[in-house]
């Protein structure tokens, strides 16, 4: 079950609304991890993330692999 | 034992140039910088050190950007003209204040003709940059909100994840090696674990 914690703050949050419509997302310490059954696909231009935010969104680290991080899209898939 | 003693911000940093006239009529006159002080001098005694002079522009709240010229000395394009994404990552940074005083700054360059770049957001400032006549690489960037109690700890957590994959230089480990670690990190501190 691959997870991508994102950090709860402004620059994250067009991402993490986003992701709210399809994924499960679970806030603590300041964190936000968001949590899929099979993968995590977030959409660039749906997620709203300019270029320098968009390259920095797994700062906050993942569980699972990487299965796609181009300029449109991000994908997590299980480990 | 003693405590750590404190820093208080940049006092200068320096740079040499090779094109003293055209640095002053960049940072004093384009920029506005006020000149500060100047030192000049007879080298320092040594048969390798050359004679020289040591100049210094006001960079505002208390720090100056400062240059040496060495007189006779052949210009060294390793040092004056970084290139590419890992030449530029050395490179000087100053304070806007205001969205208003940003696009200020970017229009005084472009009146004078200095070529900057479009601006880029990044995730807690934004930017512009620019060339200074020595081939320098120049920023000012505009802080869009304060770092916060959060916003250091995920720092704490990235630099400790960076040493451990990385240590000095572990050319076999990955940027996902190191984003894979962190996550266990980040999971540990929603768990409360940390």
């Known amino acids: ?79 | 034992m003693s405590d750590t003693p404190a820093l208080h911000g940049v006092h200068h940093t320096a740079f040499p140039t090779w094109k003293p006239k055209s640095t002053v009529r960049f940072y004093r006159d384009i920029l506005g910088l006020k000149v500060r002080h100047a030192i000049t001098a007879k080298g320092w005694g040594q048969d390798n050190h050359p004679d020289f002079l040591h100049f210094f522009f006001d960079a505002g709240n208390g720090s100056m950007i400062a240059f040496f010229y060495y007189v006779g000395t052949e210009p060294r394009p390793e040092l004056t003209g970084p290139r590419g994404y890992v030449g530029m990552a050395r490179h000087t940074a100053w304070t806007a204040r205001t969205e208003t005083e940003l696009n200020a700054w970017r229009a005084r360059l472009e009146q004078h003709g200095v070529a900057v770049s479009e601006e880029i957001q990044h995730e807690t400032i934004r930017s512009i940059y620019f060339r200074d006549p020595n081939g320098y690489p120049l920023e000012i960037t505009l802080q869009t909100r304060p770092l916060d109690a959060a916003d250091v700890r995920d720092a704490e957590l990235t630099i400790d994840a960076m040493c451990e994959t990385f240590g000095d230089h572990e050319t076999k480990a990955t940027i996902e090696d190191m984003w894979r670690r962190k996550g266990d990190k980040v999971g540990a501190v929603m768990e409360g674990a940390r």
Do not use: Q
Not at chain 1, 23 to 49: F, K, M, P, Q
């Open chain 1, 1 to 79: 079950m691959p997870r991508l914690f994102v950090l709860d703050v402004p620059e994250f949050a067009p991402l993490l609304r986003d992701a709210d419509k399809a994924y499960r997302i679970v806030r603590a310490h300041g964190y936000a991890a968001i949590a899929a059954n099979d993968e995590i696909v977030i959409e660039r231009n749906a997620s709203g993330l300019g270029d320098a935010v968009w390259y920095g969104a797994l700062t906050g680290g993942y569980e699972g692999r990487i299965a796609e991080f181009s300029a449109d899209r991000l994908r997590i898939a299980g480990a």
